[in-house]
């Protein structure tokens, strides 16, 4: 009998290996292939096509290890139809996957020099595998920043991890809140209030951006205003991505398809397209 040969359309069946809350409305699936078959390989920035039986199917960005090669990570935030079903999800429940797909962040580009990485809300998810990643390898590398923007400090992703990397004392860690009660002892505003507290070598910085249509907006202009131009700021975009090959057009943005030609974009390819509608 011949071996089976998948093809980018068709799902491959994965198991829950591990779930975890991570706020109210956002968690983390591990997945491991059903049928024993070769790990997902994939690059900090892709994502997969997640396929929940008789629900639809959504693209999400891998937010795990790319070292870890026995499961493959997932962390989703609760929005719509798909994914209010995929939070019922138990451990042993089985879900299709399709990719990895898109071009993902250029890490290449990053050796050498200066890291600020912006996030804001679930876009601290597809940046996750960067850190991994340059932390894999930090001598590459020199000064790297994050900063990290949420609703309230129970929004907050990742928090253990993000105490652990704090701890590192070789990447500041910046966190802010759009409101917080009594007890919060961090910062309080939106991302671009961490900026002007950067160190910021512009000639040296690299700057990726990924977040909400607005907060990218404004951390673009914060960071120009501090000299990196377009050439130096990389953003991670959304769109409503159907095939993940470029194929069904859906997630047309002007000239380009998100899912075939991102979604990581040097902004100086789509700098005036971004945040415009219709297009």
Known sequence: MPEHSYTVMEPVLYSIE?????TRDTFTLELVREDGGA???FWPGQFNMLYMFGVGEVPISISGDPLDEAKIVHTIRSYGSV?????ELRRGDVIGVRGPFGR????DELEGGDVVL???????????????????????????????????????????LLE????R??????????????????SVGVVTTLIPGLRLDAERTRALICGPQIMMTHTIRALKDKGLTEERIHVSTERNMKCGEGICGHCQLGTVLVCRDGPVFRLSEIGTLLGKREL
């Open 118 to 160: 912006a996030a804001g809300g679930i876009g601290l998810a597809p940046l996750r595998p960067v850190i991994y990643s340059i932390l894999g390898r930090r001598q590459r590398f020199g000064d790297i920043a994050l900063i990290y923007g949420e609703r309230t400090p129970s929004d907050i992703l990742f928090r253990t």
């Open 169 to 186: 004392f070789d990447m500041k860690i910046e966190v802010t809140v759009d409101s917080a009660r009594e007890g919060w002892r961090g």
């Open 83 to 87: 994914t209010h079903k995929m939070a």
């Open 18 to 22: 591990r779930r975890k809350r991570e």
């Open 164 to 167: 652990q990397w704090r701890g």
């Open 39 to 41: 790990p997902m390989r």
């Open 104 to 107: 993902p962040w250029p890490l």
